[in-house]
């Protein structure tokens, strides 16, 4: 079965930066476009990044433009986010997903 199982996050001042990271099974990797998703408390979930199937389109939520990088490694079956000059507004729950599938995602809390 699908299975998405990220990782990387943590506990940062204000301007660190974090790297996540999404492993993958249970699809076939290439076929798929990935998109980081992420929850903040009280509000609902929301799609920051994705990635095509090759890497060549990717989008991003205006939010974390400049910031964010979203990659993947096809050999890995892993999808990456590189997230500098954090914010205490980026503090959330990150996912990785496609289609219905999500991961338990990864705690990102950025201090101020």
């Given amino acids: 079965q699908v299975q998405l199982v ?3 996050g943590g506990l940062v001042q204000r301007g660190g930066s974090l790297r996540l990271s999404c492993a993958t099974s249970g699809f076939t990797f290439d076929n798929y476009a990935l998109t980081w998703y992420r929850q903040a408390p009280g509000k609902e979930s929301e799609p920051i990044a994705t990635i095509s199937q090759t890497g060549a389109i990717i989008n991003y939520v205006d939010s974390v433009k400049g910031r964010f990088t979203i990659s993947r490694d096809n ?8 997230m500098n000059a954090l914010k205490p507004e980026d503090t959330a729950v990150y ?3 496609l289609m219905n599938y999500r991961g338990q995602g ?4 950025v201090s101020s």
């Fill in 75 to 82: 050999a890995r079956k892993t999808v990456y986010l590189q």
């Fill in 6 to 8: 990220e990782s990387g």
């Fill in 95 to 97: 996912y990785c997903g």
């Fill in 106 to 109: 990864t705690q990102v809390t």
